[in-house]
């Protein structure tokens, strides 16, 4: 009895090892993929989670912003935490309106760019900013109704 007990128990055990394994080479693989737009190696399992949903695509880093910005173009951002309840609420409504509406939105994530949050003013997520020339010039914070959304991408449409 005692002897099939330690078998079970040592099964179960090679198989929780074998499992972590295959996990953890499965982001390892994902997180060295050419696909992995964060310029990192060492990704929070969340934003690892949402690399290949089409949601979250079109990130852009910050020091791509800051180019952007010091170049005083007009760039509509998106600022989330894949972490965040209201984030994954709001994302899969505000991507189809922008792409329905054809406003070029870059997206950054301040799981992995934690200094973003200060850099830019970030106060809650998400939060949704239009730069024009450079220069932050309206934002929205939170998960509102599309409506707004909507009249914001209206008032300050930055196309692709």
Not at 49 to 55: H, I, M, T, Y
Not at 114 to 140: F, H, M, Q
């Amino acid at each position: 009895m005692k002897k099939k007990m330690l078998i079970i128990l040592g099964t179960i055990v090679i198989l929780f090892a074998a499992l972590y394994f295959v996990i953890d080479y499965k982001n390892q693989q994902a997180v060295n993929d050419e696909d992995n737009p964060y310029g990192k190696d060492n990704l929070d399992q969340a934003t690892i989670d949402q690399l290949d949903n089409p949601d979250y695509q079109n990130q852009i880093l910050p020091s791509e912003l800051d180019e952007k910005l010091g170049n005083g173009e007009d760039v509509m951002v998106y600022f989330y935490n894949p972490k965040c309840s209201h984030c994954r609420e709001l994302t899969p409504r505000l991507v189809p309106l922008a792409d329905e509406m054809g406003v070029d939105v870059k997206k950054v994530n301040l799981l992995e760019f934690e200094d973003a949050w200060s850099k830019y003013g970030i106060e809650s997520t998400p939060t949704l900013v239009y730069y024009e020339n450079g220069e932050e010039k309206d934002r929205i914070n939170g998960a509102q109704p599309n409506e707004m959304f909507r009249g914001f991408f209206n008032e300050y449409a930055v196309g692709d």
